[in-house]
């Protein structure tokens, strides 16, 4: 089981920027793949973006443009970049990695509040 170990997130106004971390160990294999998620209270937990080991990467079109997301594979960390954050971008983020063996993991989750 892969331990993951977030930080990087808190309290910001509208505008404002935050950068979060993820740091995986104890995988055992090789990480193909390394996002995050977030869920904001009565709703379900969406995919914000992720990125596999060669590079590419996918985002949700909310955050498109303002949020970028980059890893460093040889000390198996995951980052997110948020920018222009906005009050609706409030929510528990989670990290999340799948590795070679087809496992996936989860990360305790830290919040991001963006006040208006």
């Known amino acids: 089981q892969v331990q993951l170990v977030e930080s990087g997130g808190g309290l910001v106004q509208a505008g404002g920027s935050l950068r979060l971390s993820c740091a995986a160990s104890?995988?055992?294999?090789?990480?193909?793949?390394m996002g995050w998620y977030r869920q904001a209270p009565g709703r379900q937990r969406e995919l914000v973006a992720r990125?596999?080991?060669?590079?590419?990467?996918n985002y949700a079109d909310s955050v498109k443009g303002r949020f970028t997301i980059s890893r460093d594979n040889a000390q198996n960390t995951v980052f997110l970049q948020m920018n222009s954050l906005k009050p609706e971008d409030t929510a528990v983020y989670y990290c999340?990695?799948?590795?070679?063996?087809?496992?996936?993991?989860w990360g305790q989750g830290t919040q991001v509040t963006v006040s208006s």
């Open positions: 990125i596999w080991s060669g590079g590419s990467t």
């Open positions: 999340n990695v799948l590795n070679t063996y087809g496992q996936i993991s």
């Open positions: 104890g995988s055992g294999s090789g990480i193909a793949v």
